[in-house]
């Protein structure tokens, strides 16, 4: 009885390690820039993201540049936790940003005049770290849309 105890506990503690850095979150903090040929069509002449990650905190600089110039703005989220806010046009907006495994999920309601739109972007870091997939699907009165954003790590 006592080898099967041992041996089991040594089963434990050989796989404990290897399972907890296998459930371990990505950190997506870096400067990256979509690839606009892997991506969905866009209106836009370029996009980026500045992600600053430290610990449940994640603030999101959204940098574009269109035919009208360039212009950016924050987000912050805390993961876990369901925040409101509200854009210039009074859109109301409810997000909650969860982890499911090494995905960083943001789920969006967004309430316009029109009716209600519901979003689940997902966020995955390839095996290497230079490149953020982001799929996003929506859910509203214009219909059900999906997009794949690729973006790629640049030097900061």
């Known amino acids: ?16 390690p ?38 449940e905190t994640i603030t999101v600089t959204t940098i574009t540049g269109g035919s009208r110039g360039e212009s950016s703005y924050d987000r912050t989220y805390v993961i876990g936790k369901e925040s409101q806010s509200a854009d210039k046009e009074g859109d109301q907006f409810t997000s909650l940003v969860k982890w499911e495994g090494r995905a960083l999920i943001f789920l969006t309601t967004e309430k316009e005049r029109t009716g209600t739109i519901e979003t689940r972007e997902v966020w995955t870091l390839s095996a290497d770290g230079k490149t953020l997939t982001k799929v ?21």
């Open 1 to 16: 009885m006592r080898r099967v105890f041992f041996a089991l506990a040594s089963v434990v503690l050989t796989l404990g």
């Open 18 to 55: 290897a399972h907890v850095r296998a459930q371990a979150h990505p950190n997506f903090s870096g400067l990256w820039k979509q690839n606009m040929a892997k991506s969905s069509e866009t209106s836009l002449l370029s996009y980026a993201n500045r992600i600053e990650q430290n610990g």
């Open 136 to 156: 996003r699907t929506s859910h509203g009165p214009r219909g059900d849309m999906e997009r794949r954003y690729v973006l790629e790590k640049s030097p900061e």
